[in-house]
């Protein structure tokens, strides 16, 4: 038993080795992402008061946050116990937890696309008030959890014999589709139906922001083929000129109407982040439902294993958007930065 143990903690160390390089760039962009999702979480606690338009920010903010820290683990352990998995009950919270977070993060943009439709291609029509964007947390919670339940049926440590110094030793790795026939069938077909799910959430998303970037184009073109040229008419609003979305003072027509859009070019970024870091887990996932034998090289499986987790780059890039596209945001975070250092 003790040699046993020997020969999978080497075959562990090996293959760890392998794929330390993408390894350490997703616990660095994990870590990076985690830190900045929590200032986006502090600056709406204390800065920002809870507006209409920017409901789902923080939430979302918390979604990202757990899901660097989940991913993060997630990809340590089976980085560093590949041959030899700690717990199968603990491979099967984990894979469930990441299957959920993922669900509530690609349906809560996909509810902000919404939002943000019913407000500039419907603004006379019904809203999401303070009731339904409550209720909407609640439908994509429960709708995580039972398309992520049979997370916990379908994946799990799967047994498998590896050859090792002329002898056989049984290895076990944590796995959404396993060696056991029994459960091959169902595992590929659910999984199946999780890849179909997340290209629908992507399609919804993108064909409802359609029509809201087609207004917000048409909206500041207009006024500028009304406005006089003159140099305000292509400056950048200033921060002393932001106070609120629907709100802007100071500055030209065209600034205002720049600003006034200002939430929903930041969205766009967001859905597009969104669907960019999607594709590649989605195309690779497709190709390889079962991992296949790709450890030839260590480049191949290092490019296996990034692109295949690629999806974490939607919960780490959210709040790097909205210090880079988000005006008030920004103004809000240096505010509370100077607020911060005058207290020392």
């Known amino acids: 038993m003790h040699n046993k143990d020997a020969q999978l903690q080497f075959l562990d160390d090996v293959y760890s080795s392998k794929v330390f390089p993408t390894t350490l760039v997703y616990n660095v962009a994990a870590a990076l992402g985690g830190l900045a999702n929590i200032v986006v979480i502090l600056v709406y606690c204390f800065r920002i008061q809870r507006e209409t338009h920017r409901y789902y920010i923080p939430v979302m903010s918390a979604v990202d946050f757990t899901g660097c820290v989940i991913n993060a683990f997630y990809f340590h352990l089976v980085d560093s116990h590949h041959f030899d998995y700690p717990s199968d009950l603990l491979c099967r919270i984990l894979s469930f937890m990441v299957i959920f977070n993922n669900g509530v993060s690609g349906h809560i943009i996909l509810v902000i696309a919404l939002q943000r439709y019913l407000i500039l291609c419907h603004p006379f029509g019904k809203q999401l008030n303070r009731t339904w964007r409550r209720a909407s947390l609640v439908i994509i919670i429960m709708l995580s959890v039972v398309y992520g339940s049979p997370t916990i049926y379908a994946s799990g440590t799967s047994p498998e014999v590896v050859f090792y110094d002329n002898q056989n030793s049984t290895r076990e790795t944590c796995t959404f589709v396993s060696n056991v026939k029994s459960k091959i069938s169902f595992q590929r077909g659910y999984f199946g139906f999780?890849?179909?799910?997340?290209?629908?959430?992507?399609?919804?998303?993108?064909?409802?922001?359609?029509?809201?970037i087609r207004k917000v184009y048409r909206s500041i073109a207009r006024l500028e083929e009304t406005t006089f040229p003159d140099n305000r008419a292509h400056e950048t609003p200033s921060e002393s000129q932001i106070n609120d979305e629907e709100d802007g003072v100071g500055g030209s027509n065209v600034s205002r109407a720049r600003l006034k859009h200002n939430m929903s070019v930041t969205v766009l970024f967001i859905i597009v982040a969104y669907?960019?870091?999607?594709?590649?887990?989605?195309?690779?996932?497709?190709?390889?439902?079962k991992e296949p034998e790709i450890s030839d090289t260590v480049t191949h499986i290092n490019l296996y294993h990034f692109f295949l987790r690629f999806y974490i780059f939607n919960h780490i890039l959210n709040p790097f958007i909205y210090i880079g596209f988000d005006m008030k945001f920004r103004k809000e975070f240096k505010i509370w930065i100077c607020s911060c250092e005058c207290r020392k």
């Open 275 to 289: 669907i960019v870091s999607f594709l590649p887990s989605l195309f690779t996932q497709t190709l390889v439902i």
């Open 194 to 212: 999780l890849l179909a799910v997340i290209l629908l959430n992507i399609v919804i998303t993108a064909g409802l922001y359609f029509p809201v």
